[in-house]
């Protein structure tokens, strides 16, 4: 059970758009503790996508945006490409368990 | 350009001690605001932050996991060092080195190593 909760799979059709969730608690993300984000693909290491609940590393494309409000943050990609088909994780920090904590990760099919 | 590279044991027993190192370029680890974390994978499953040491030897390590782990830097030769006591089946994991980058209330991971898959069996 991850400290942070994700749905564990979306899925899109090429084109659309689709948001994943990430739902904390006030020892996390409640508690003004920013949101970052990953997307690993199928066999690869996690790649940083957004940090700080919504800033783009270099290389990363405007599809990929990210925002946070109140105990949750969501990312949202426009545009759905094949490529986008991988899992995804929101990373925060918790003050009750001292560490950082990753969501359980959401599966993106693009159909 | 940063880039990190895991290594280690591919295989340990139950009970053994695990040593990883990671080996990385493109920073220096006495570069002030620098750190390296470990993250770990479990086959089908979702991330779970390990430890942390930055580049003044604060180290930080995940409480439930704490009695088991040494992290360790040695800078000139551009290394980190973890170290698990007591290994176990459900340590079973691919095995991750990251730079870590400092945000103003925590941190995250900017470059990740490949990963190295480290299985628990005797």
Redesign the interface.
């Known amino acids: 059970q ?1 400290v942070l909760t994700q749905p564990p799979s979306v899925s899109g059709a090429p084109g659309q758009r689709v948001t994943i969730s990430c739902t904390g608690s006030s020892s996390n993300i409640g508690a ?3 949101v ?1 984000w ?1 997307q690993q693909l199928p066999g ?5 996508l957004i ?2 609940n919504s800033n783009r ?1 270099s290389g990363v494309p405007d599809r990929f945006s990210g925002s946070k409000s109140g105990t949750s943050a969501s990312l949202a990609i426009t545009g759905l490409q094949a490529e986008d088909e991988a899992d995804y ?1 929101c ?3 918790d003050s009750s ?9 959401t599966q993106l099919t693009v159909l | 350009q940063i880039t990190l590279k895991e290594s280690g044991p591919t295989l340990v027993k139950p009970t053994q001690t695990l040593t990883l190192t990671c080996t990385f370029s493109g920073f220096s680890l006495s570069t002030s605001g620098v750190g390296v ?1 470990w ?1 770990r994978q479990p086959p089908g499953k ?4 390990l430890a ?1 040491i930055y580049w003044d030897d604060d180290k ?1 390590y ?2 439930s996991l704490k009695s088991r782990l040494t992290i360790t830097k040695d800078t000139s030769k551009n290394q980190v060092v973890l170290t698990m006591t007591n290994m176990d089946p459900v340590d079973t994991a691919t095995y ?1 080195c990251a730079h870590c ?1 400092r ?13 190295t898959l480290v299985t628990v069996s005797s």
């Open positions: 991850s003004g503790y920013d970052h990953y690869t290491a996690p790649k940083l940090y700080g590393p994780y990373q925060s920090y368990l001292r560490k950082a904590v990753f969501g359980g990760g | 974390g993250i979702a991330l779970e932050w942390l930080r995940s409480p991750y980058q945000w103003p209330n925590s941190y995250y991971f900017d470059y990740w190593g490949q990963g």
